[in-house]
Every structure is written in structure tokens, then in C-alpha cells.
T-cell receptor
Framework: DGGITQSPKYLFRKEGQNVTLSCEQN?????MYWYRQDPGQGLRLIYY???????QKGDIAEGYSVSREKKESFPLTVTSAQKNPTAFYLC???????????FGNGTRLTVT | AQRVTQPEKLLSVFKGAPVELKCNYS??????LFWYVQYSRQRLQLLLR??SRESIKGFTADLNKGETSFHLKKPFAQEEDSAMYYC????????????FGAGTRLAVHP
């Protein structure tokens, strides 16, 4: 069953702790993306990666970090520097060119 | 700066009524526009894209470059159309980033 898998579905952390969200895809897609979804603000791009070992900052990268060591994996770390980390995080991927994004089911992170 | 605006947070209609979800954009180049939909408890998925000029689930959207709009329309709404709808613009060249609007929740009542 091909697709994008985000885990876990719900994540709870204490303030000041770093936390890593997993995103794995078996679609053989080159490009992968992390978005943050907040009520009333839609989806905002955090980081994206076109190929392995390459990634670029999106519009709200501060307080986040990523790695792309394997084509199928694009983990997102929410660091303690992120001032408002509680949100719903969506991972997406696509093939090269003008193809649509395929989204995962998302991870809801709550930091208290 | 590139921007996608969806002015309505919520659109509430009765079954069988026409629906128009508004989307305006600002972009200096030649835009490529999309509508994505998120049904309850499902993942975000592509509904349609302007270059395809297709009708999906009865929805259509026409790119109006003069008005910089890409409104989503359906002549007769169904209850199963209730969902969150996002308009998105792809920047041409470079990394092909997708820029999303804030989204409009469509509620279709029986």
C-alpha cells in the first residue's frame, strides 16, 4: 500500500524539549515538504527538500530543523526555540515537475 | 509577494444551492493554481488544477487572470461536499513551492 506515513498521530511534549516528527513515503517521490496547519491560517511551509541531502527553508523555518539522508524519509525536529509549537503538522511529497502534492495524515503536536 | 487569499472562513449553504468558494491571488509570473480538499478524518487531497480544465465531483474552477481569481464553483451542493477547501498557487521555476490560502470551510445543510 503506497503512501505517506506520519507518526505518531498525537504527540505531547513539555516546553523546552526538542521533538522529532516522522515522515516516510514509499512512493519514490523526489520532493518532500513540511507544512504547519493552524486554524484560520491555512498551511504554511516550514521546510522542503527536492533531493536527498538537500533542503530549503520555507516561510516559517525558525525553530525547526530537518534532514534528508534517505529519499523516503524527511523527519522534522521542533526545537525548544520554536515559540509556538503546538499545531497540526502535515508532510507531503511529489514527483518532479508539475505534479500534485500527496499528503500524510498529519501529526498533532501539543506542547505544555 | 506571492499571496493567496480566501476571504471566507466559512460558507454555509443548503443542499441543492449553488456554491462559489472565492480565491484571489497575487503573483508576478504565470501562475499555476489548484484546489485541495480535506474531508472530515481524511487527508488533504487534490481536487482540481486549472491546467486540467476538468470538472471533479461537479466542481469547476476557471482562472481569471484579469481579476487574478480562481473561484471554485458547483451548481448544486451536496451534503458530502462539506469539507475544508484550500486554494493553492505554485511558483514557477526554482523549487516549485506551493503557497496555500487560509482555507474555507464549506458546510452543506440538508
Amino acid at each position: 500500500d503506497g503512501g505517506i506515513t506520519q507518526s505518531p498521530k498525537y504527540l505531547f511534549r513539555k516546553e523546552g524539549q526538542n521533538v522529532t516528527l516522522s515522515c516516510e513515503q514509499n512512493l519514490n517521490h523526489d520532493a518532500m515538504y513540511w507544512y504547519r496547519q493552524d486554524p484560520g491560517q491555512g498551511l504554511r511551509l516550514i521546510y522542503y527538500s527536492q533531493i536527498v541531502n538537500d533542503f530549503q527553508k520555507g516561510d516559517i523555518a525558525e525553530g525547526y530543523s530537518v534532514s534528508r539522508e534517505k529519499k523516503e524519509s524527511f523527519p522534522l525536529t521542533v526545537t525548544s526555540a520554536q515559540k509556538n509549537p503546538t499545531a497540526f503538522y502535515l508532510c507531503a511529497s511529489k514527483v518532479e515537475g508539475n505534479s500534485p502534492l500527496h499528503f500524510g495524515n498529519g501529526t498533532r503536536l501539543t506542547v505544555t | 509577494a506571492q499571496r493567496v487569499t480566501q476571504p471566507e472562513k466559512l460558507l454555509s449553504v443548503f443542499k441543492g444551492a449553488p456554491v462559489e468558494l472565492k480565491c484571489n491571488y497575487s503573483y508576478s509570473g504565470s501562475p499555476e493554481l489548484f484546489w485541495y480538499v480535506q474531508y472530515s478524518r481524511q487527508r488533504l487531497q487534490l481536487l482540481l488544477r486549472h491546467i486540467s480544465r476538468e470538472s471533479i465531483k461537479g466542481f469547476t474552477a476557471d482562472l481569471n487572470k484579469g481579476e487574478t481569481s480562481f473561484h471554485l464553483k458547483k451548481p448544486f451542493a451536496q451534503e458530502e461536499d462539506s469539507a475544508m477547501y484550500y486554494c493553492a498557487l505554485r511558483e514557477s521555476g526554482g523549487y516549485n513551492k506551493l503557497i496555500f490560502g487560509a482555507g474555507t470551510r464549506l458546510a452543506v445543510h440538508p
